[in-house]
């Protein structure tokens, strides 16, 4: 079985020859396993790691994005959609926090049409071609922040809380120019795929980790009709939806699958994402990604701790399809390159 036939059949919740994995690493992380491994591309990092799953995405080519050190020495660089990311040394990796938000100053729905919005003619999708052909046997995903998580980087976050509950139709202007922009550019990169796309995997963080950031009516008015807009238009195009948001976002699961959500990413260590009570709420009706908890086991935990999670994990949720094991979170510089080696061995296993 290949991994492409893999994906596709856990998802569908057939029993599959074993459990597929996913692979998500900070750069400086990827770097330490090519050189523990003695590797030369991450293409050969994911065949060395038999990953089941290939993350591809268009190269921008539109107008040039700056780049510059704040007085600190920080690398700071403009994203297209005009926040200024600011690189922070943390030990381990370079994190990007948001150091300057566009909107923040913007008061009135002229204001949010005014802001220069990227065009979906700022990438290659041409290339594409050459990237889907390096990973011939694997599932490909793509995908990038959503509507929610732009808001809150174009827009302090305090500032878009208080939009939402005291000037909906401000904050629904906000996300709804994004969504626009997001439908355009998945619809071409799903185009361009010509049917070797498997997921569309879109970032919305609604959650703390004890709670979700707003109420569930709160999320219905905001974010319901554009997730059902997004699993639509992968499902058109033969992929299947992913929805990632961090955090207990456990009271919206059963809307992501009103609206066609096929997998929820990531299972982390929170309320209500346990794998048995997962599997006892919905049953085979959403698939799942993620659950190695990349915050205190795998940087902390002995190999043989690591294999018991593996284990139970697979045991809950992968048995019968349903499951992709992966990382809670992207591997950081704080976790041991034996954890990491660790789990996915024994996945395949």
């Known amino acids: 079985m290949d991994s492409r036939t893999r994906v596709r059949d856990t998802i569908q919740y057939h029993t599959p020859d074993r459990v597929p994995v996913s692979f998500n690493a900070t ?3 990827i770097d330490r396993l090519k050189k523990r491994l003695s590797l030369d591309s991450e293409e050969a990092l994911l065949k060395a790691l038999e990953i089941d799953v290939a993350y591809i995405a268009p190269d921008y080519i539109g107008p040039e994005m700056k780049s510059w050190k704040d007085a ?16 922070h040394w943390s ?24 802001h220069d919005w990227p065009d979906p003619d700022w990438f290659d999708y041409e290339g594409l071609k050459d990237k889907i052909s390096r990973y011939p046997d694997l599932a490909l995903m793509v995908g990038n922040i959503g509507n929610y998580q732009v808001g809150t980087k174009i827009r ?8 939402m509950a005291l000037e909906p ?3 629904k202007a906000l996300f709804k120019r994004f969504h626009d922009f997001e439908m355009q550019h998945y619809e071409r990169i799903l185009q361009a795929g010509k049917g070797r796309i498997d997921i569309l995997r ?12 707003f109420s569930l009516d709160m999320w219905r008015e905001f974010f319901k009709e554009s997730t059902r807009a997004l699993a639509d238009l992968a499902h058109s195009y033969g992929a299947y939806y992913m929805q990632h948001s961090c955090g207990a ?18 299972l982390q260590k929170v309320a209500g994402l346990e794998p048995e009570t997962l599997r006892e709420a919905h049953g085979n009706r959403i ?17 043989e701790e690591v294999s018991a999670e593996v284990d139970h994990y697979v045991e809950i949720l992968g048995r019968s399809g349903g499951y992709i094991l992966s990382p809670s979170q992207a591997f950081q510089g704080d976790i041991p390159l034996e954890n990491i080696l660790e789990m996915y061995r024994l996945a395949h296993r």
Not at 156 to 163: F, H, I, V
Not at 287 to 303: E, R, V
């Open 72 to 87: 600190s020495g920080n690398r700071v660089e403009e994203h297209i959609f005009g926040w200024h990311s600011t690189y």
């Open 249 to 266: 976002v456990g009271p919206i699961i059963e809307e992501l699958i009103s609206c066609g959500v096929d997998i929820l990413d990531p």
């Open 287 to 303: 698939a799942y990604h993620g659950g190695i908890d990349t915050q205190h086991l795998l940087p902390s935990g002995s190999p």
């Open 27 to 29: 750069d400086e992380t």
């Open 156 to 163: 302090n976050a305090q500032k878009l809380y208080m939009d």
């Open 202 to 213: 879109v970032y919305d963080d609604y959650g703390t980790q004890g709670s979700m950031l």
């Open 91 to 114: 030990g381990g990796d370079y994190t990007p926090i948001v150091s300057y938000y566009p909107l923040d100053e913007a008061k009135t729905i002229a204001d949010i049409e005014a």
């Open 169 to 171: 139709e401000f904050a």
